[in-house]
């Protein structure tokens, strides 16, 4: 079946580590997006990419990198210099064009100890 | 900038009533809109995908309708179940390859 897989389901960063979570999709969707998600607040936009090699900033990118060398494959890096990392972390992808919704992974939980 | 609101926040009713979430955005210029469902802890599932053209779209016990010179969509639930409880969310796309703007989510509890 095809879907999106995020891994870890739970992760733990120590203050000043960097960590990436896993994105991966075989809906053979263009687009990928990530999003955070706090207590009580909406889905805030970090980053997508609309095609490989290429990606663009969200609402709320500092402190956030991505990469997008395969189609199949979005890694976010929080970076130490994300001050308020702890929250949970949705990847999405869609098509880039057309009438087609989104499709979410199970999320990652990230906690700094 | 699009907003989107959905009201009530949070509703608990008794299991077996009808119910109407809500869900309102500010530019009624909007490509599509899609409805999810959030379990604790857990991801997104689509639940409906309603076009610009559409009134209405329906999925088992699920109508979501569109009104998109209102800017207002409903999701109507028949017969709800406790299996039923979760936050459900709205998002709009604005354009073929725009990026979705999530509502804030209502938050649902049916009761045994």
Known sequence: DGGITQSPKYLFRKEGQNVTLSCEQNLNHDAMYWYRQDPGQGLRLIYYSQIVNDFQKGDIAEG??????????????VTSAQKNPTAFYLCASSLARGSGGYTFGSGTRLTVV | KQEVTQIPAALSVPEGEN????????????????????????????LLLIQSSQREQT???????????SGRSTLYIAA????????????????????LTFGTGTRLAVRP
């Open chain 1, 64 to 77: 956030y990198s991505v990469s997008r060398e395969k189609k199949e494959s979005f890694p976010l890096t």
């Open chain 2, 19 to 46: 119910l109407v979430l809500n869900c309102s955005f500010t530019d009624s210029a909007i490509y599509n809109l899609q409805w999810f469902r959030q379990d604790p802890g857990k991801g997104l599932t689509s």
């Open chain 2, 59 to 69: 999925s088992g016990r699920l109508n979501a309708s569109l009104d998109k010179s």
């Open chain 2, 80 to 99: 709800s179940q406790p299996g039923d409880s979760a936050t459900y969310l709205c998002a709009v796309k604005k354009s073929s390859g725009d990026k």
